[in-house]
Structures are given as structure tokens and as C-alpha cells.
């Protein structure tokens, strides 16, 4: 099971995922930019690009968010 983090690019957000790995968490992070170099080779970090404004969400191939 993996937890969704909406805004993961942003102060909190980045911050939030990085706890929540560190706890050994998966993470199925959602931002409106690429991900930082920091996670782009972490494992339990599944980045979506995108803006649920404008794109709605489609999890679809996604991990089970809990």
C-alpha cells in the first residue's frame, strides 16, 4: 500500500514525503513538475506529474493508496 501526497513538489509536501519514506513508507507523490533529483532514483517514490484542476486524477496502474 502506497500513500498519496498531492503538492509533493512544494515546501510541506517535499518535506512530508521525504518523512514518510524515511518511515518506510511508499509514496505515489503528485506534483505540476518533474521530481527532484533526490527521488527520481528512490524506489518507494512513484512521481506523477500533473494537475488535478486541470487533468482530474487517473490512478489507474497505480499502487493501492491507502
Not at 44 to 61: Q, Y
Amino acid at each position: 500500500m502506497a500513500i498519496l501526497v498531492s503538492g509533493a513538489s512544494g515546501f510541506l509536501g517535499r518535506r512530508l514525503v521525504e518523512r514518510l519514506v524515511e518511515g518506510h513508507h511508499d509514496v505515489v507523490a503528485l506534483a505540476r513538475c518533474l521530481a527532484p533529483a533526490a527521488f527520481e532514483s528512490n524506489p518507494h517514490i512513484k512521481w506523477i506529474v500533473g494537475d488535478i484542476a486541470k487533468d482530474g486524477l487517473d490512478l489507474s496502474g497505480m499502487p493501492k493508496i491507502d
